[in-house]
T-cell receptor, first 117, second 110 residues
Framework: DTEVTQTPKHLVMGMTNKKSLKCEQH?????MYWYKQKAKKPPELMFV???????INESVPSRFSPECPNSSLLNLHLHALQPEDSALYLC????????????????FGQGTRLTVV | GEDVEQSLFLSVREGDSSVINCTYT??????LYWYKQEPGAGLQLLTY?????DMKQDQRLTVLLNKKDKHLSLRIADTQTGDSAIYFC??????????FGAGTRLTVKP
């Protein structure tokens, strides 16, 4: 099983709304990632959790708040977003981030397409 | 500019071979990856190659790595219309996180 499941698949929210994106994997991976992908662009890394601790926050605005309740789950809480935040939000996981000669290939979910109106 | 570079478009006829090229800058990259993204979908890992290899074959896919020139290519044999997608080359950066190229949009004409 190499599946990363994201919900919802689509989300439309107003600029005053609060919503959450969810991601789940059962591969025993200890690193989980949030990426943002605008149309015709590569994914951009937002956050990385390693062993349930936030290890990278790529200068993302505070209106995006990640949470890793346990090793299988990753959430992204959204509040007071702007229309320019509309994008495909991708979750990924990998075995870990310890590096060396270990292959830490990342498996991606299908994404949540977010539209902020 | 990006550290991983790819040409943006490639168009081939069904049944032909496709070759998608990528250059990267981090000579310490241990693994290099090819991902496929269909419209509106997530990224699907196609294949990867370890930096001490120069070739890897997996069914219709052949990955060639020239470590000296930091050049990676993906060859798809007998390209089908279902292969139409965006193909991303990626390397692991110093933090062992994925760094992606801009993606090559492959169009397969019948």
């Amino acid at each position: 099983d190499t599946e990363v499941t994201q919900t919802p698949k689509h989300l439309v929210m107003g600029m005053t709304n609060k919503k959450s994106l969810k991601c789940e994997q059962h591969m025993g991976h200890r690193a989980m990632y949030w990426y943002k992908q605008k149309a015709k662009k590569p994914p951009e890394l937002m956050f990385v959790y390693s062993y349930e601790k936030l290890s990278i926050n790529e200068s993302v605005p505070s209106r995006f708040s990640p949470e890793c309740p346990n090793s299988s789950l990753l959430n992204l809480h959204l509040h007071a977003l702007q229309p320019e935040d509309s994008a495909l939000y991708l979750c990924a996981s990998s075995q870990d981030r310890e590096g060396g000669n270990q292959n830490t290939e990342a498996f991606f979910g299908q994404g949540t397409r977010l539209t902020v109106v | 500019g990006e550290d991983v570079e790819q040409s943006l478009f490639l168009s081939v006829r069904e049944g032909d071979s496709s070759v998608i090229n990528c250059t990267y800058t981090d000579s310490s990259s241990t693994y290099l990856y090819w991902y496929k993204q269909e419209p509106g979908a997530g990224l699907q890992l196609l294949t990867y190659i370890f930096s001490n290899m120069d070739m890897k074959q997996d069914q219709r896919l052949t990955v060639l790595l020239n470590k000296k020139d930091k050049h990676l290519s993906l060859r798809i044999a007998d390209t089908q219309t279902g292969d139409s997608a965006i193909y991303f080359c990626a390397e692991r950066d110093n933090n062992n996180d994925m760094r992606f190229g801009a993606g090559t949009r492959l169009t397969v004409k019948p």
